[in-house]
């Protein structure tokens, strides 16, 4: 029966599983750890890790500073180049080793020049 003591809302003990358990849907083993933790835990693998993989590959690492030894000499002789000087350099460099000038504006070229400067 209910229990309607003072402040209770006379439905605790009302809920009672029905189901059978062959009816209810198991949780994968990733799942249940995030519902004990609160967090999924994330094992870094090889295949999950693509850019790392490709930067300790020898041929496109070799590639990559071969292209970043061009960029560099291009951006030292134009150490204060902005707006459209810049966007120029990018022309040119990206004309000469192929790579796209939006990838020039990032990280691994300008970014890293800037670094070193």
């Not at 009302?14 to 999924?40: M, T």
Request: without cysteine.
């Amino acid at each position: 029966m209910a229990d309607y003591d003072i402040g209770s809302t006379g439905v605790g003990n009302l809920h009672h599983g029905f189901s059978k358990s062959k009816d209810l849907v198991s949780l994968p083993a990733s799942s249940e750890k995030q519902l004990i933790n609160g967090y999924r835990t994330l094992s870094w693998k090889k295949e999950n890790s693509i850019a790392k993989s490709r930067r300790h590959d020898k041929e496109i690492h070799q590639k990559w500073e071969a292209n970043y030894k061009i960029f560099k000499s291009y951006r030292d002789k134009q150490p204060d180049a902005r707006g459209n000087e810049l966007k120029e350099l990018y022309k040119k460099v990206s004309e000469k080793t192929g790579v796209s000038p939006l990838t020039l504006k990032g990280l691994m070229y300008e970014y890293k020049w800037r670094a070193e400067q």
